[in-house]
């Protein structure tokens, strides 16, 4: 790997990073830090940034991620009504692991979305990363829906989406969204083994 290389590109991708990128980071940043911690801010925070990133991905050309984050908005504002809604009795909304029809519900539900963007990009658009833009977009796509849900596999979805967007961020020139990618990586390795102890302590309280 050729250190100098990354190293010139992220001073370079700060020297041009735009005012509404470097916020849109931020807040991004700031909405995965509270998902690992279960704070209902995740919503707000999540929000804003994704309301950024819409307009980021449309100027370069990454379609199905400007459509994942218009998706975000809308599944924030669900998420934040059912954390904000427990059960009656309940302190919270319960963090747990999904069912075998929740698997498959899951799986289903990335296989359908990637098939249906990648020929939308395919057929209809000038992306020249079709694959990888539908990929990232299907995974988050599961993730944000299991979130919402406040299942364990959510970060699991995460960790695969983030992966998959370090490069291809990086490919599009946007630098530092490419960093915020490899530090949403660790923090969703961070949130999944958080999830996971909360998945016990709350299935033992039940």
Known sequence: MDWQYLVEGFLTGIQQMSLLE??????????????????????????????????????????ADMGINAYYFSMSIYGWYVWSHPRPGAAK???????????????????ASYGILFWVLFTFTDSDVPYWDAFTTASAFVGMWLM?????????????????????YFYKGLILTSFQFLVFTILAVMGLLAWIKSAKHDASTS
């Not at 990133?53 to 370069?60: E, G």
């Not at 919402?148 to 291809?168: C, R």
């Open 22 to 63: 470097a916020i849109a980071v931020f807040f991004g940043l700031a909405s995965v830090f509270f998902a690992l911690r279960e704070n209902i801010l995740v919503f707000p925070t999540g929000i804003i940034s994704t309301l950024m990133y819409v307009w980021i991905c449309f100027q370069v050309k990454l379609y």
């Open 93 to 111: 909304v319960p963090v747990k692991w999904l069912n075998a029809k929740g698997i498959v519900s899951a799986l289903a539900l990335l296989m």
């Open 148 to 168: 919402a849900k406040k299942k364990v596999e959510n970060w699991i979805a995460w960790i695969i989406t983030d992966l998959v967007s370090v490069p291809l």
